[in-house]
């Protein structure tokens, strides 16, 4: 089976929003930056799941003020694995942010089903639109920067007047917007995971900053990724699976609270992992027994690894909870590389590539 390219050509010419055409980041890229730990930067995390973007920004040193999150089972993973991190059980759309005054980045990842194409997309009517609450937000905090992460799906026409309200908005409180479409699997993720990254920051900062370089070469296959996890309890066919599984990951799908269970996701999806000999219709609680024949399942701990999560993550609740909360992470790989240039963009150490 032949690799293919991690990340296809339309998507390597994406434009950024016409409606947006004013965006000062659209044509420059960021040299890649040496890693920022101790920045001085502090920041608040909203809807932050079961750590992923935290993650990533605590990699590149910022330092985290408080994370907000609603689930029971993803604050209970925050805590399990950073027992020092303020973490609240709170619905954002009550959260008071003006204690938080002078934190450095409001950052988050709001709930993505509203504009998921897996979904009814009702956007600024569905209930789960938390958009207002990070504009509230931004206005009672004032941070130097606001760093938004939602799907593919907010880029559909039907979203365009809402796009541009948004960053009006923002923009009313001194910010200046902008958008971008990435990639998960530039930044080392083996999952081809598309997402929207929304910038808003001060206008003294402006100028300094620039999206991430995508890395050089092709991230790892899920073969190559997972073979170890595979062979863990001694399945004498993980060998030819993982060479046979030599592409990267479809798009990891975790569900909504609504809707979703421990599965990799619809019938569409469930065939690109069968391409990969993976069988997609649930989620294993242990990796293949010696003599098992067939497609195996993965388990919660294989998705984690194929999300970029490190293997010392753990994840609290069962098997549907766990799962959920790897499904919807963003990949903490690719959250550090966004954290990095904002990190040189507020310390004002960016380096430009002229194109």
């Known amino acids: 089976m032949t690799r293919r390219s991690s990340t296809p050509a339309a998507f390597e010419t994406m434009p950024l929003f016409p409606e947006l055409s004013d965006n000062p980041w659209q044509a420059r890229t960021a040299l890649p930056q040496p890693g920022a730990e101790g920045s001085g930067l502090t920041a608040i995390e909203v809807c932050a799941g079961a750590g992923g973007q935290a993650l990533g920004f605590e990699m590149a040193g910022v330092n985290h003020a408080a994370l907000v999150e609603l689930d029971r089972h993803a604050c209970a993973t925050l805590r399990l694995n950073r027992p020092d991190w303020r973490v609240r059980e709170e619905d954002l759309r009550e959260l008071d942010g003006r204690p938080f005054r002078g934190v450095?980045?409001?950052?988050g990842g709001i709930p993505c089903p509203p504009f998921s194409v897996a979904g009814k997309q009702l956007g600024k009517k569905d209930e789960r639109n938390l958009f207002p609450a990070m504009i509230r937000l931004a206005d009672e905090i004032r941070p130097r920067m606001v760093v938004i992460e939602n799907v593919r799906g907010f880029l559909e026409a039907v979203f365009q007047d809402y796009r541009i309200?948004?960053?009006g908005e923002l923009r009313k409180l001194g910010y200046v917007t902008g958008w971008r479409l990435m990639n998960?699997?530039?930044?080392?993720?083996?999952?081809?995971r598309p997402r929207v990254v929304f910038i808003a920051v001060e206008t003294a900062s402006a100028s300094h900053f620039a999206w991430p370089a995508p890395e050089n070469g092709l991230p790892p296959s899920v073969g190559r990724t997972?073979?170890?996890?595979?062979?863990?309890e001694g399945w004498r066919g993980a060998e030819a699976w993982a060479r046979d599984a030599d592409l990267i990951a479809p798009t990891v799908v975790g569900g909504?609270?609504?809707h979703g269970g421990p599965d990799l996701g619809p019938t569409r999806a469930r065939r690109a992992w069968a391409a990969l000999g993976v069988d997609g219709l649930g989620i294993a609680n242990a990796a293949p027994a010696p003599d098992f024949e067939g497609m195996p399942r993965l388990t919660v701990r294989m998705v984690a690894r194929l999300q970029g999560f490190p293997d010392a993550w753990a994840f609290a609740g069962g098997k549907t909870q766990s799962y959920r909360q790897v499904g919807n992470a963003f990949p903490p790989p690719f959250a550090r590389a966004i954290a990095r240039q904002v990190c040189?963009?507020?310390?004002?150490?960016s380096q430009i590539a002229a194109f």
């Open 104 to 107: 450095d980045i409001l950052a």
């Open 165 to 167: 309200y948004v960053a």
């Open 344 to 349: 040189a963009c507020l310390n004002h150490r």
């Open 256 to 258: 909504s609270h609504k």
């Open 226 to 232: 997972l073979l170890d996890l595979m062979a863990a």
């Open 184 to 192: 998960a699997s530039d930044f080392g993720v083996p999952q081809l």
